[in-house]
Every structure is written in C-alpha cells, then in structure tokens.
C-alpha cells in the first residue's frame, strides 16, 4: 500500500477562531476534512469558509441560559441523599447540600417536600415519619424531631441542577473566570421543547456554512455529582446512571405511563442509588425504559428538523448521552448519520465501531487539546507529553480497528495549544495516515475471526457492551477483560441473564465469560439466585459449552456455594465462615498445558480473588499463589471451564485469555491461525485484500512470526510501536 | 533469685512402662513431681510405687469397647451433609458416605430415615419432599426422584461414630497397626452412664496409686470430621462446635426440655453447620446450654466418684471438653481440682491461668513426645528439632506467664523419644526452673497492670474467651489480637453482644476491641444489624470510651455503612458496589503520633483489610498501603476510635497495640511505665516482691531499659530467650 494515497480524509480538526493560519495549516498537514468547534471555541468566518466540512456543536439542554434563568422551576434536578448525621440528641438538623457543591445544586423548595423527600433512620432503615420533620427554607436544613439517640439520619430530596456539568468542568479546566454558569433546562416539559425545537431551528438557520450538526449529547447528562471540598471534589461519577434524568415532572409522567409511582428511595437505594455496578432491579429498567421512550421521541423530532435543514446530526456518544443507548433496537429510530466518542482505549473503539444503524462512526482522540487531562495531570501545559500520551491510547486502540473499523477520527480542545509541541504535530500526520490504510483493510472485507462467538455474561448485558461505568474501570475483571478482548481476533457479544432466560445461549456461541465481583452488576448478582439461570447455563456446559470464571464468577451468598458454579469451575472462594472446613490438598499441575503455551514469565493476572481452593482431584490447578488458585481448569461433561482468579489487560494475560477462549471452545486446533508467535505484537489477515496487518503494541523493536492457515511462516520485524500492511 | 531453690515440683512427667530408669531418670533431672501415663503407654508398678504422684489419664467414652460393641445403636452420631450431586437427569444418586472417612463414620439406619434426614435441593433452597426420596440400606445411597435437573441435592443424615476421633489420631500418628479401634458411646443413655460409672469405679478400685484421675475429658470431643482422600484427610476441624453431641436420642431429650423440635437442618444450615466462626443464633444457644447441662449433671457424679476414693480429678481442656465450657460460672458445679490443656502459646496459656473454679492449673507444653506433630512434620524424628520448637512456643507461652500464672507444667507421649535429644533433655531442665521462679513472684502479688480493663467483643464473648476455633488460627484478626494482648500488662475481659445489651459496658471499661471479618462471630456479623447495640456502644464512645476496630469491625452489609460504626471510625470500606463514589482524598499524618511510637521499620499489619478509605478530614490517616488506610484515629465526642486494616502476631505489632489501646484509654501519661522501651523484650513487674521479670523475646542478644513510675530507668541484657528476675 502506498502510504502517499493515505493522506487525507477521515479527520476532524478543532478549529479555532484567532488562530486561522494555523488551523489551516493543520488541516492541511493532518489531512483534515472536516472542521470542527469545541465547548469554548469559536470557527471565525475565513474557516467557515474554507473548504472544509463543518462540524458545529450543539448542547440543546444548556443552549438558551435566558430562557433557563427565567424559568427556575424548569431546569433538570436530580434525588440526592444527604450526608447521614448520627443523632446526638432527639433532635437532628441536616444540611442537606453540606458536602455537596452549592455551584451545582440548589434545593427543590418548589415540589412540596412533604410529598416528595423522604427522611430515614438509616440505622434502623426505617421512614421517618412525615410528621416528624420539618424543612426550613430558610436554612436549607431539615430539623428531625424525637430521634433515636445514635440512629444515623439521611434526607432523600430534590435538587435543582443549576450548573450544566460539562460545561462546569471546561469551565473550570480552561479557566473560565466569571464566564456565565449555563443552566440545563428539562426537556420534558412542553414549553422546553417548544424552546428547544424552535432554538434549534433557529440555530441551524443561523448555521448555513455546518455540515454536521454535532449533539453533544441529546438531553440528560450521566450521573455526576461534585462536592464542596478540594479534596473531594467529585461525590460520583457513572456514565451509565439515569439520576440526572429524575425530576419531579417526570416522575409524574412515569406515573401515568406505567401505572406506578416511583419513590425517592427507589432512586436513592439506600445511598447506593441505581448505580451501574448494581444489577438493574426490574423499577430501575422500567424507569430507563421511560427515559429511552422521551429521549427517542423528543430526540427523533430535533434530527428531523437537523435533515429538513439539510444538515447531518451526529451524536457523541458521552456526555447528555443517557436514554440514546445506541446498543439498542430502538437506536435506529433516531435516524442519526452518525456517532462520534471521545476515546481512550480498545473497548471504547469497539463501542464506537459496534454501533449499528449510523453511516458514520468516529472516534475523537485523547489527549483533549487542553492545558491538563481528566485527571488534572498536565497535557499541553509544561509536564505533560501529549506525543506519548496519544501514542500509548492509539496502540490500544489501534489493535481494536484490526477487528472492526471506524470511519473518522479527530481530535477536540484549543488547536493554539499543540504551538508547542512540533513532535506531537508530525506525530498525529503519521497516525492519520496509518488509521486510513487500517481503515482501507476494512473495505469490503472482515478479518479473519473465530468461527464462533464468545459471550460476555453481565446482569445488563449488551446495554453495556463495550461499557463498563465510564472510561477505563481498572481492576474491575469485567473491564479489563473487555479491554483485552477488544482487540483479539474472536466475535464477540454481550448477553445479560434476561437475555439467558429469554433466549437461552445462542448456536454460535461456544464461550461464555462471566467476569466480575460478589454482587455487582458484572458478575451477576442476585441473578445467580434464579435457579433457572443455573439450569440454562450447566445444561448448555454439559452438551460441550465453555465456560470462563473470572475473578468471583457466579458468586452469590444465598447458596451452599459461594461460586454458584463451582462445581462447574471446580474451584470455590473461602469467605471467611468455613475456616474450620480443610481444603482438598491440590497439586499444581507440572505438565505444560495449553493455556499456558505463551507464559514466560511470572504470571501477573493483576489484582485477583484470594481464598480460592480446589473441590477435589478434577479440578486441574494450573497455577497458584499463597495457596490461592490463580488459574484451573475443570470440565462438565462435555464442557470445559477455565477459571482465572483475576484479569490485567497486558501482553501476557491477552495471549492467556485468547488461549483459554480457544481451549474451553474445543478449538486448539485453529487457534494458531494467524497468530503472531511474539505476545507483543498482534496481526489480522483480510482475505479480499490478501493482506496482513502487524502491529508492535510495545514501546520495543520487535520481532515476530505469523503462521498462516497453510502453514507459511512470515518473519515480521517492527520499530517500536510501528505497524506494518503486508500484501501476501 | 537462687535458683537452686527452683529445681522441683510443678512438673508432670510421661512415664513410660519399659524405660523405668529412664522415667525415674528424667523425673528428678527435671525436677517432676509428677509422672503420668498417656494415650497409648502403661505405667508399670517400678513408677506407680515410686515416691512420685500419679496422674491416671482416663477417657470415660471410649474406655469399654466391648460394651460399646455390644451396643452399637449407642455409639455418639452425629448430623452430616452428604457432599453435593448435580442432577444430571431427574434421577439423583447420593453415595451418603463419599469423600468422608468409612473407618470413622456409619450411616445411623436404626433411627427412621424418614423422621430424622432431610434432602435438599440447595440451588433452590427447598427440602426435597420425603415421598420424592429413598434410602437403600444394601448400598448407603439416597435415590431422589423428580429431581429438577442440574440443581444440586444434599442429605443430611445421622451417622454414627465409629472410631473415637483422639483415639483414631494418636494410631494413626503413632502407628498401632491392627489395635482395635475404639469407639465412642453416648453417655447420655441411662444403659451407658450405669456403665460408665461401674467402669469409673471399679477403674478407681484398680488404681490405688493414682492420686489424680485426668479426665481426658468429659464425653464429647469436639467436631472433628475426617475425609477418605489421603489429600482431604480431614473434612473439618472445630474445637468450639456441639456437632459431635448430637444424636437421635439428644435430640429427642432436648425436645422434652425445651419443647421444640430441631431439625437436621438446624445443624447443617446450608452446609456451614454451627461453626465457631457463625455467630451463634438463639436456637444453638438452647443446643448448648442443654449439651452443658446434661454434661454438668452427669460429669459431676463421675467427680463425686473420684473424690469419694480421695483422688483429685483434673480435666483436660481440649479434646471431650464440648459441655464443660470452663468461662461459665456453671463450670464450678463440677468441683473439679485441677484443669490442663495442651497450648502452644499466649492466648492458649491465659485459657487455662483464667480458669476459675480449680485449685490447679497445668500445661502440656509442646512438643508433644512424638514422632510427628500435628502438622505431620517431624518432631523427635529425623529433621524434627524439638528444643528450637519447645523454646519458640515457650516464648510465647511466657510471656503470658508473666501476666497470669498457672500450677504447673508438663509433657505428654512417650518418654523414650527424648532419648536421641541430650539438648532437649537439658533445655527442658532450664524451662522447668524458669518457669517455678517466675510462678514465685505470683505468689501473693499481682503484676502491674492497667488501672483499666480492655474488653474484647465477639459474638461469643466470655464462651470464647482465650479461645478461636482450636490453636492459633493464624489470619484471624481475633486471635492475632488475642495472642498479643496475652502479654501484655492490661486487664483483658471477653465480651458478648448480648453481654452488650443486657449488662452495658462495665464502668472499668476503657477500650473495647472489636477485631473480625465480614458476617463472623468474631466481629459480630448479624448482631451489628440490632440499633441497640449501636446505641449502647454510641453512648459509650461519645461519653470517652475508645474504641479499637481491627479488621472488618462492625462489618455487616444490612445498612448504608459498610462498617456499622464507620462514623465513628472515620473510615470505612468499598466492598465493590459503590466504585463509582469518589473517595475522600487523604493526606496521611506527617507528623509523629503517639501510637506510632515505636514503629521504626515498615509497617506489616500482616494479612489486612484492603479498599479502606478515609471519610474524611476529621480522620486521621496514620499509615496506609495502596492508597487503603491501614491506621486511623477518630475521635467521636470525648471518645477515641483507632481503626487498625490487620493485625498480626509480632514484637512491633504487640508494641502498636499497646499503644493503641493506651491512646485510645486517654492513658498515654501511665503508657511508660514498667515498659520495656526494647520491643523486643517485656517485662512485669510485681510489687509485693519489689521485683521486675524482664523476658527477651528473640533469638537475638537485647539490650533494653524499664523505666519504673518513679523515673528510674533500669539497663538490663538479656541473651537470645533469656529472662531475667531483677529484685530492686
């Protein structure tokens, strides 16, 4: 392939009004053809009218601050609750914002607190009665008469948004100063969508010279509480949350739609409200399904008023991104032409590059060009190195588009920042060039990929595929897990145990992973209770189905196991009740075996499940440590299960993971298939194209082996990090 | 101190019948008093008529193997779980006796099957109605019919007891061939008890030489299950668990008395059986207490026996002690004059000094005289080191000693064994004398010791006070604590939640000490879910108690802390659901702290609570691990809380605890004095004899220095183990 017929095209380009020359230059150098604004940014008319596309964003929900200022009652809010203060008296005053940022929350005092907020004794968990407390405008405080000494006291209440968030943390990234705070206005109210539709239309009048309207995003943020204190500054943050999306008017309206009435403690749930690591309660779905029904409705209305102005609408995948779930069926009916993330890594491509019913998918990548990173760890500022950053995010992600590709790529931030950094300049020319030839693979042809799917087994299953609770979860098995199969040469999809129950496990499946912890949304939880699960699942093991357990696969407390499969995995967790119980005295297996065939050094499957013990001599014990199982194996009739007490995305636990993918598959014999010899690199055959991608995911020269299906052998030498396209 | 006024007396001495010189050698080499018999050796009439007393080992329950024989329907039983099957059609066969020792157990067919086992489908949790199941005598199987396929069935099931558990062990160590093997019969027969008193009489007739009648002990021996697979030889071990109590006819009496019925299940419960590391629930409470009824009742007419021939009767701490429970005021009732157990260390040592009721008390030091210990590593065999092993528990033993004394010390086995060890025989002699001078400065004196008491609080309280699950269960954050505080110069007591509820605190309380895991007695588990226990505790710690939390303290999931007394921790711990909430970020303490004031290397709490994190400023972080906090201090009103992730038996963790308990008394002025500023030594000092013990606890030379109340500083050095009696 001709690097030269790779230099423009598929590039989006933060424009920036000031600095013309530059954005030009740049344009031009990283083969943009798009330009784009940023939240703080402005595209000056000599941009506007150059010859590029243009992206314009747009945040409808904090759009028009005038009208949100004039109408208090109409901005979004949220339930919280307060901080819980331990009685010292029978009397107890709640601050109900102490702790909380007062930039970003201002009490209800609109919706009648008698109605809506609720006051428990969290120590017995019992309501307080209304009777027995009183709010005081005033003060902001909630006074709870004759409490039990020492009980604990909690307020769920309603709160008023009046600080759009993302729009605060680039204001307080990029130093804002005294710009206005915008205000987000909820949408479900008529008179806001009259607003919006007719701001909107307006907007796009007023927006001739853009292309694509870029929504960032429809209407409700995801959950994102901050505090009052700098060494607290967020309280939660969960992408995948519907709390922003709670207001009083649209809990009226779930009323009359569903025929129930949703509480304050059906969202706040005893303070761990209906965060993403909690399997979904059927309320909870019911409530998400409400807000997917009002989001696709009012959302369809503001795309078709986007394409009457003959105009794309693009979504970002993130942010106001709550009831889009572009995983869904229902997705498609927004009619969107395309879907846009802010990225970091593998999974969050394949999220991007997965999405169906868009003809256009792109994936913005990081460093964001501003001073400082999410972290508020320096990036353009002095300190940072945003050529190193976005090439270590880029081999991440690079090896996710060898399995499935995007359309564009971009970058989003304050261009004049990038003056100083020359090297990060070149470096982004060549990684637009080599994102078009991996893209060009892609055309009219698939990677060469198992012949079967493997299955990711989560309580929300494919409305989190390729999703977890936000960017990168380190240490949570589910994640990393996505992580390194993101970028693995197998089809992957994503099933939840209503999914199991339904449908049961599809013919093409040979593998189901269940990765995650006691109780969470990712192993599974309180859906290892249903027997029926049990039954679908051993069943389809026992006909020859594989099984991998990662970390605390299957655990749940309500049995006589702690692993609800454990004698499928052969192996079970001590939680500390049956010390007195002695363990079958295993012997790690001495012999090599197939799942090890890559292992060369010390095992590191990062942070794992301690306590884990053999059930008898079935269960093979491939390694240990501190008398803990790390890896087993163990079959089921016909079935074979692996067990992995943890999971760290690196080199050695990939090869490990795609090894046990193929081992409980049955299938050893093609697992060599085009497969690198060297873990640090990774390839993909294209068999329209007859050609192979090699990529180096190290920051090392490398040295590498690819077996073709008929036995060839190609040598492959890579520079660090390099990539190389062979047409065989 | 002359020490050769030290050389006799207090020691109990295993003869052996066919090494009379050497018995009568070593008894005055190492100044016995004593000489006794064991399990598995004679005592000729060379030794019985020398001028030694003699202790008689004597265990009622397996003494007559023919009546026991004749009447196998009154063996003891107990209930088991049969191991579980997965239904694989809906036709279900359990093997009720695989996996468990066949030489130990057999199934109990002469009580109805029908009246007395359960099936249970444990993947649903629901028994298995009786019609659906069958039980074949021909072949020991339950046949289970309309089984739900792949959900996993258990029984439980009486079996009999075949082969007394002590009896079994002691052949198998020490190798007795085709020795019939004993077995254990239920006293609570009247057929039985009138044997078993004629056989304690005529027994009594026949040894006119024995002066002291060791009971070895009562009647049921702790539960100790054993498996069939020589890599499962044992199934469960449990000093503190009734389950070898239970039998048919038990279960009928306790009916009578307390007027309901138990259930199998009540005994199985899900397969955790009541294991001493659950939380006894009330039902259990009644099982005991009518265990140690019956147990009182009988026992005291055996002691009556003895008494009547003018001999002493000594019980054995360990082995047939369920019933006995020497921490109750009950205990009395048995008149017993002496009281010995077999101890490796500390904890094991203030058992048996604590125990009220009996004129004497002895240990049975360690190693026992046989080939291999309880590990099955060697002792007085080849590669065993029985002086290195004796001294290293003897450290731990004394300093204990130093706190409380007991009467005597001893040995148990077989006595020839020492013969290829001349520095065991030597060192033996040294201990001997070190330990009848340090029992001297007990004599009418009392060490210094706090002018407050520490209270530990499990949910076992008093009943396992000095007491886990058997020896040192090394981990536990109960017994780690426990084996520290053992030598330290506070008045210690042992708690209970209903102590708690029913008694408050006692006013000389300033500490408690709540050191366990998640849902165990230890910490409490369920008992944390009772508001009145948060209150009592509340009020306390507010009114200027300190509270130490070890571990899991307070741990229980029912609430919205994870810890129930979190806030007055300052921390608490993310056990996995709430990953999404931001943490408080901490700085830990820069400055020096009271509590640390002795901490000159790393920290190793051992094995710790991970995933503590800070709530916030008021806490404060004195050392943390992985950004978990590892030490914490708190106040709550007047009251101190210091939070400790682990805890582990060591000279700097013994040292940190002390500390913590003296800080959190608001007592650090009193902390120096008579203290060792040397962690690696102790010291006591006893005033009515104005004299100071200082011990070193190493294997090293230590230098150290006392500081006395007055101001005095005292140099001492002490060679590796060395202890030192100072008269000032």
Redesign the interface.
Known sequence: MDSNLFKKGGFTLPGEAGYEDLTLKLAKKWGADVIRDSDGTQLSDKIITSDYDIYSTICLVRADNEWAKANRDKLQQCYIMSF?I?A?SDVVQIDLLKGFSKEQLQVNEDDNPYEWWQVFD????EEVPKAQWQYSKKSGIVIIKDA?????Y?VNFLAYRIWEEISAYNHITNDWGDKEHLMPIEPMYEEAQEKILAYLERWLQEHPHTKVVRFTSMFYNF?WLW?D?P????????WG?YDFAVSSFAIREFEKVKGYRLTSEDFIH???YN????PPSDKYRDWMNFIIDFVTDFGKKCIELVHKYHKKAYVFYNDHWIGIEPTLERFKEFKFDGIIDGIFNGFETRKVAGTKHVATKELRLHPYLFPTGVNGAGTFIEGGNPTLETKTYWMDIRRALLRESVDRIGFGGYLHLVEGHPDFVEYVEALATEFRMLRELHKDDRPYTSNFKVAILTAWGNMRAWGC?GHF?HG?YYNEVMESISGLPVEVEFISFKDVLEKGIDSHTKVIINAG????AWSGGWNWQN?KV??IL??WI?QGGGFIGIGEPSANK????YF?LS?ILGVDREY???????????APLKTSHFILGDIKEDLDLGKYTDNVFAL??DTQVLADEDKSVQIATHTF?KGRSVYLAGHKYSSDNVRLLHRAIYWSAHSEEAFSHWLCSNIHTECAYYPNHNSLAVINNSFEKQKTVVKSPDGTFIEIELNPCESKILEL
Chains 1, 2 share one sequence.
């Open positions: 819980p331990a010292t969290r120590t017995s968990g039990r000494k020492w009980h604990r909690t959950w505090g204190d060494n607290r500054k967020f309280i939660v943050n969960d949350a005893n303070g761990l965060n993403s690591y909690l609770r979860n949570n912890s006691l109780d969470d027997p049990i039954e051993s069943e026992w309500s049995g006589n196991q609800r004698h500390g009740l049956t010390i007195g119980f002695d363990k079958y005295k295993y008898d001599c009739g």
